[in-house]
């Protein structure tokens, strides 16, 4: 299947390694970071590069935290870094949640390192806003522990990576001259695994397809002729940019990249397709 790839989709087979965190090397201030519960929050010298932000307890039983969320695909796999050293504090620890004191995600446990230790994990988003949150576990007021050099990197490389949990959507007239462009014509249908995001199997032969378990399914909001369709994430909101990943193909009764034996439909129908062969070309 001839296809035409978007611009963010050529970037991130390419490679893209795009801190979706701001200010995680925390450079000058501590801004963009949340101080809650009972913390404080200050940005010092002697980091592990540089500068570094220190969380200190307020005082009180809670212990002291300072976040940041960011937006995340639901699906999308993200690695994590960060140094942190346990200052004055007894213990310290990351997080990574869909709440901003949460540990839905992932949980360090207690860290006590005295000098700087990097700490890494990898997680799939399960929310479209993840919170990245810092911690000192010491109840004592004025007792600190150091955060230094975080990122969040964005970990989807193959095209089974960066479509999971992906719809396809139909559209009569003429496929646009670029998947970077909104989209035109009339929306036909938009298929769906049942009413969740679609994935792809494992490629074999250089080809993706439809897992067996799943059922690409849609029903038409109007009704007309097809003529293509596109490929993209469910959070994709359809607008024009160059980073959305997308890929548009044509649609006809023959000689198109997919081919129906009718390319009239009509509205209120549910359609579907039992495959959607991907093939990554040899040349």
């Known amino acids: 299947m001839a296809l035409r790839q978007s611009t963010g989709l050529r970037n991130l087979l390419q490679g893209i390694n795009t801190n979706q965190l701001v200010n995680g090397n925390f450079d000058s201030v501590v801004t963009s970071w949340t101080a809650t519960v009972a913390a404080t929050t200050s940005n010092v010298g002697s980091g592990q590069s540089g500068n570094c932000m220190r969380v200190a307890e307020a005082g009180g039983a809670a212990v002291g935290q300072a976040y940041q969320a960011i937006t995340t695909r639901v699906g999308q796999v993200y690695k994590f870094t960060g140094y942190f050293k346990k200052g004055t504090a007894d213990a310290g620890r990351f997080k990574i949640g869909t709440t901003s004191a949460g540990t839905e995600i992932w949980d360090s446990g207690a860290l006590n390192d005295a000098a700087w230790a990097l700490k890494t994990h990898v997680f799939i988003a399960t929310a479209t806003t ?5 911690e000192t576990t010491d109840a004592t007021a004025g007792e600190y522990s150091d955060f230094d050099t975080i990122s969040v990197i964005p970990l989807a490389r193959s095209v089974q990576d960066v479509f999971n949990f992906f719809h396809v959507k139909w559209y009569t007239g003429t496929q646009p001259s670029t998947p970077d462009t909104a989209p035109t014509g009339t929306l036909l249908c938009t298929m769906k695994n049942a009413s969740v995001g679609a994935t792809f199997a494992d490629s074999v032969a250089g080809a993706l397809s439809k897992p ?3 059922t690409w399914n849609g029903v ?27 890929i548009d193909f044509r649609v006809s009764t023959s ?3 997919m081919n129906f034996t009718s390319v009239n439909w009509d509205s209120g129908s549910t359609l579907g397709i039992t495959d959607l062969p991907l093939t990554e070309p040899m040349e």
Not at 130 to 134: G, L, Q, R
Not at 223 to 246: L, Q
């Open 130 to 134: 993840t919170y990245i949150i810092c």
């Open 212 to 214: 067996a378990a799943e």
């Open 220 to 246: 038409c909001g109007a009704g007309g002729t097809v003529g293509w369709a596109r490929i993209s994430h469910i959070d994709d909101a359809g607008g024009t940019n160059t980073t959305e990943p997308r």
């Open 255 to 257: 000689g198109a990249e």
